[in-house]
């Protein structure tokens, strides 16, 4: 079993920066990949990125390509996204979540096993 707590999110203009983190309990973080999700209103949960257990292989979304950078520290059973020149179709409440292998840095969330509470990002134009 594994428990995601999401953080870092809240309001930034158009344009700014935030970074979030994912802290994982357990004491076999390493072995999973982590994946990042967002859903806004209205719309389905889509994938932003994603890592693999060694975080040597990442993938992200077009959408976020370029101004997104998720990476992890695995002595601190975190992982993170980064993510710069925000745009307000950013806004969204944003999700990490942990796949057991096989999964790899996939990209669709059957592929994931565990789930944050998510965590709220706007992004005012």
């Known amino acids: 079993q594994v428990q995601l707590v999401e953080s870092g999110g809240g309001l930034v203009q158009a344009g700014g920066s935030l970074r979030l983190s994912c802290a994982a309990s357990?004491?076999?973080?390493?072995?999973?990949?982590m994946g990042w999700f967002r859903q806004a209103p209205g719309k389905e949960r889509e994938f932003v990125g994603g890592?693999?257990?060694?975080?040597?292989?990442?993938d992200y979304a077009d959408s976020v390509k370029g101004r997104f950078t998720i990476s992890r520290d695995n002595a601190k059973n975190t992982v993170y996204l980064q993510m710069n020149s925000l745009k307000p179709e950013d806004t969204a409440v944003y999700y990490c979540?942990?796949?057991?292998?096989?999964?790899?840095?996939?990209?669709?969330?059957?592929?994931?096993?565990?789930w944050g509470q998510g965590t709220q990002v706007t992004v005012s134009s």
């Open positions: 979540a942990a796949g057991l292998p096989p999964t790899a840095w996939g990209t669709s969330a059957y592929e994931y096993d565990y």
């Open positions: 890592i693999n257990w060694s975080g040597g292989n990442t």
């Open positions: 357990g004491r076999t973080f390493s072995i999973y990949a």
